[in-house]
């Protein structure tokens, strides 16, 4: 067996494990009936807050980007479903799912500032 050949069926089962984990959380921790609003809803217990303040999908804006953790991203991007409920591509609902992650982290700032 060659090297690359080795080495691409390592890459392969390292996304497939990746993919088989964010399934599970995202089975595990979806609350909702509607499919197309489960990664908006769990992608807090798939990605930290602090990686969504520091990368974003495409890496502008200086953060980094999620794109070069290629196995960890195309295994999340396989995730998220495709289906009539759904708004947008996977890519485009990962991108709104950031973004609500986000506005909520900075709307619980702001409360706690509040108090």
Do not use: W
């Amino acid at each position: 067996m060659s090297s690359k050949s080795y080495l691409r069926r390592l890459i392969k089962a390292e996304k497939e494990k990746y993919l088989e984990k964010l399934l599970i959380v995202g089975k595990e921790s979806a609350n909702s009936s509607e499919i197309s609003e489960g990664v908006l809803k769990t992608l807090k217990n798939i990605i930290s807050e602090e990686i969504t303040r520091n990368y974003n999908i495409e890496g502008v804006h200086g953060k980094k980007s999620l794109k070069t953790m290629a196995n960890f991203y195309s295994a999340l991007l396989d995730s998220i479903p495709i289906n009539e409920n759904c708004s947008g591509s996977a890519e485009t609902q990962l991108r709104k799912a950031i973004q609500l992650q986000k506005k909520r982290h900075f709307k619980k700032l702001a409360n706690t500032r509040t108090e």
